[in-house]
DNA sequence: TCGTAAGCGAGACGGTACGTCGAGTCTTGCT
DNA sequence: AGCAAGACTCGACGTACCGTCTCGCTTACGA
């Protein structure tokens, strides 16, 4: 009974760890029923039941729905991106692969859901703008590349250009879904990329 | 096809009429509700309290909450813009004006939600789509008389041009709202309007 | 112009009268339906539908559920007995129709309703009162013949002597009404009326 | 047959168990809100506020307002009778006590919308019996006793006197309930002795 | 023959309770 | 401590019924 106390530096909180595979199992059925019900369908006790977990153990580790519905988001895989070498094409099958996500997985109907609630919560809107943020990631790199290669002007303003390419697949996807269409915004991307490069950026006269 | 409008008697139903004023009421106060909670808050309870009706009046009328918020910004004034006749101009105060109503009322907090349930639901989608396309519809027009005007190419798709303009409205308004800002706009629209004019519609040569 | 007041005192009150037809209608529909679901499946909306009448029609005559059901029971025949001059035999074709009526009608559901609702109303607990009374008459009567005849002594409490026949009748219709039997009633009564003629009544020494 | 009760283990179900005190707060709020308003006037949100419980947890238990009302009477504390050797006395006694009880609890006004519920439902209709059966239980052993005594003849149906006795109580306490008279049941009680006296139980020569 | 007054069917209205369901918290015994 | 199970409070849901209140229409009567 007595115990010599180990070396360990024991950085660990006492009691039993977490174990991290209910945390996967977890993920895996919020995103299943979120593909199946949508995000209003979504229920905790449903997860939970799927899961085979408690709701005590979904509640220690996110403490609303909302979390828990972006958090499953990590698991959908980042967008992977292969560039051509030309922007026009290069931002269309970014396009495409973005819509592709939010056609074949419940972000879709669930993305508005997170973007009301974050209306009235500074801790989800936060979180949802990173989440975003990263998955754009690689769609702004396009855009940065391509005026590494002189496709663009230097100095264009990464960011703001993809919004015009992302903005209008938003409205459809939000607003207009059955008329998602790829030669669309083939069409739209190509105004863009005209008018990036008519305008010089910052500059005075324009 | 010039026909005449017939006197129509129009039989009215039997029964108790309904009293159109319970609707004014109704509606007055699910907008105020939704500007204090957004739609989220909002309860049908809250509604019938505050409005001194009894829930089943307000069911026979709408029956969803979602039907409800729908109907009820039929109530906010549709946009009333003043061409200068530039079309930059044009647009930036039409986005700005947009961009007003979506920070001054709940549609902002409202619209998500709306979207969000739409996924699933018909009805609602269609009530939806249509609402949106009204209310934008001044934003078009602005841009049609552009083309009338030769600012921008004839053959120009008027809607699809609108959408370049309102795209990244919505993205900064739904994902990024603190940088909510009237200069970066006006910005985009610099680009886009040259994008079009740069870019012959696709129609002619190809 | 100057017309001769008619000889009759004109007890009526202007407007249209009222249908009595309508009466019928709505009491024998209310009769039915509480046959089929029992009083507290009863809903005035119900007979009004069934009885092609506004509910406006029947509370302009009854002003309450309950009393509506109660009126309905007017409808039910009166107990018609023919006395075969020996007091058992009466009593127990007494009980046998009454009860008959208790299981054949609605009015065994009801009742309990009735007496219930009655607790809280005074209306409603006198107009019962008044309805269960002389439904019963025709039993009190059979004692009251008894006694003439000498079948029992003079003096016998008549409504008191009913009671002690009618007490056990009401029990088990209520409390047990799978063990409803004529027998039991039948040696039941028996005993009440070898008690009657052993005790003299309101005598001194008894 | 005499078998000796094995040690169970009673293996508990898993999860949180019932909270016991969550049950009285529930059954004594119950009994209070009938004493004051009744069974109609009862209703489960009232329960559920005063009891400071949820309407889930009443539900879990009992499904409907009914069982809930009878269960609320085993509250009831049990009849104690004192017997004085003498069955008159007694039964008098008995019957003060039993009306007693009825006219100081809700038991009166209850009672009539439990029966009235149990025509239409065998399960409320099977507890309602028991409950009925188990609070008579004192006044049907009276009459065993006098039995045994000799009071009253050997081979009297104790349950079938207990009838007599109780059910002219119930008639008056159901549809005269002003005119309740423990003389009246003294002078009632006299008659039914009399009578079981003077009649030889028909097991005998008939 | 008209106007007034009421009755009528239909059905909307305010209220109130129903029984259900979900979110987020708490409490068992076991690990 | 963490875990599954499941009870707990709170609060909203959408439905149903009561008793009242309009509608437009239909009788009667008395001027």
Redesign the pocket.
Known sequence: MAAAAPPKPAKR???????KS?EKAILQQTLAILGEVGFVG????AVAARA??????I??RW???EELAIAAFDLLPELELDETGNLEDDIVGYIAQYGGVLRTTPLRSVLPSLVAEAMHNRDLSDKLHQTVARRRRPGVRLIEHAVERGELPAGTDAEQAHELFIGPMLNRSFFDHERFSIDDFRTMARVVIAGLRAIKPSTGAG
Do not use: N, Q
């Open positions: 909180s006492p009691g039993r760890p977490r174990d209910r979504l229920t905790v006790d085979k977990a408690s709701k005590a153990t509640y220690r403490s609303t729905k």
